[in-house]
Nanobody, 124 residues
Framework: QVQLVESGGGSVQAGDSLRLSCVAS????????MGWFRQAPGKERDLVAA????????YYADSVKGRFTISRDNVKNMVYLQMNSLKSEDTAVYYC?????????????????WGQGTQVTVSS
């Protein structure tokens, strides 16, 4: 059974940083892409960042480029999202997701397992 568990969310001030972590189990994690999505109240769940199986190819939504960094550790089955210069509009529940393929993709349908989410609240 595939499990993804996020941690690291919290309440911060605008301009602060947070690092989200996700630990994966139950499948061959190291051969698959991973992604971080977020969902604000009343909005759709959108992809924030994605990384391919080896970590040498990434994707970022325009809204977070230059501020967020996705990385992974295949030995530890971990994926991370470093979030710097946080803004109030980054407030959302953040979800870790496991991809169906090895390559980076921005298509939500290409991710088949999800964590329970971690809340990030940024106050201005």
């Amino acid at each position: 059974q595939v499990q993804l568990v996020e941690s690291g969310g919290g309440s911060v001030q605008a301009g602060d940083s947070l690092r989200l972590s996700c630990v994966a189990s139950g499948r061959t994690f190291s051969t698959l892409s991973m992604g971080w999505f977020r969902q604000a109240p009343g909005k759709e769940r959108d992809l924030v960042a994605a990384i391919n199986w080896s970590g040498d190819s990434t994707y970022y939504a325009d809204s977070v480029k230059g501020r967020f960094t996705i990385s992974r550790d295949n030995v530890k089955n971990m994926v991370y999202l470093q979030m710097n210069s946080l803004k109030s509009e980054d407030t959302a529940v953040y979800y870790c997701a496991s991809g169906r393929n090895s390559y980076v993709t921005s298509r939500r349908g290409s991710y088949d397992y999800w964590g329970q989410g971690t809340q990030v609240t940024v106050s201005s």
